[in-house]
Nanobody, 126 residues
Framework: QVHLVDSGGGLVQAGSSLRLSCAAS????????MGWFRQAPGKEREFVAT???????SYADSVKGRFTISRDNAKNTVYLQMNSLKPEDTAVYYC????????????????????WGQGTQVTVSS
């Protein structure tokens, strides 16, 4: 059974940094693309970043240059380093794992992912 545990959220001021973590179990982690999505109050869940099983990262335009996704296959963990946070980054952030191993292309749609973490709240005050 696949299990994803998100952590690292919190309340910070604009301009600050946070690092989110997602610990995965129950899958061959190194062969799965991983993603981060977020959902702000009253809005739909949106793509934030993804990292392929081979280590290539891709980002939403809104976070490009500020956020960095990375993975540590030895620890079965994916990270999202968030710098220069803005109030509009306030949301619940969800880690996700692709529907299958060795996915091709950039996975930026929700239906590309089968497994989800419980979410971690990030609140950025102005």
């Amino acid at each position: 059974q696949v299990h994803l545990v998100d952590s690292g959220g919190g309340l910070v001021q604009a301009g600050s940094s946070l690092r989110l973590s997602c610990a995965a179990s129950g899958l061959a982690f190194s062969s799965f693309s991983m993603g981060w999505f977020r959902q702000a109050p009253g809005k739909e869940r949106e793509f934030v970043a993804t990292i392929s099983w081979s280590g290539t990262g891709s980002y939403a335009d809104s976070v490009k240059g500020r956020f960095t996704i990375s993975r540590d296959n030895a620890k079965n963990t994916v990270y999202l380093q968030m710098n220069s946070l803005k109030p509009e980054d306030t949301a619940v952030y969800y880690c996700s794992a692709a529907a299958g191993p060795y996915s091709r292309g950039t996975l930026y749609r929700e239906y590309d992912y089968n497994y989800w973490g419980q979410g971690t709240q990030v609140t950025v005050s102005s």
